[in-house]
Nanobody, 123 residues
Framework: QVQLVESGGGLVQAGGSLRLSCAAAGRTFSSYAMGWFRQAPGKEREFVAAISWSGGTTYYSDSVKGRFTISRDNAKNTVYLQMNSLKPEDTAVYYC????????????????WGQGTQVTVSS
């Protein structure tokens, strides 16, 4: 079992920045690939970014590429999502997720999920 707790969400103006954190507890964090997903009202949960257990491989959705950066600190059992140049369409609940094994971009591959943190970008 892996327990995940997100933090860092909030209200920000368009063009601003936020950094989300996801703290993990439980099994060996460094064995897990980590992902960030988001869900806007009335929409399906979608992939945002993912990082391999070593941090050596990262993936981004086209909508956030060049604006968001995923990173991890295995010594602190934490994964981060730095979000810059935020847009109103980035408004959503952001979820952290973990899977044992190789990094993927598919939400169905992730077994462990946090409770989510709200990000609201005003125009």
């Amino acid at each position: 079992q892996v327990q995940l707790v997100e933090s860092g969400g909030g209200l920000v103006q368009a063009g601003g920045s936020l950094r989300l954190s996801c703290a993990a507890a439980g099994r060996t964090f460094s064995s897990y690939a980590m992902g960030w997903f988001r869900q806007a009202p009335g929409k399906e949960r979608e992939f945002v970014a993912a990082i391999s257990w070593s941090g050596g491989t990262t993936y981004y959705s086209d909508s956030v590429k060049g604006r968001f950066t995923i990173s991890r600190d295995n010594a602190k059992n934490t994964v981060y999502l730095q979000m810059n140049s935020l847009k109103p369409e980035d408004t959503a609940v952001y979820y952290c997720a973990a899977r044992f094994g190789e990094v993927t971009t598919t939400k169905y591959d992730y077994a462990y999920w946090g409770q989510g943190t709200q990000v609201t970008v005003s125009s």
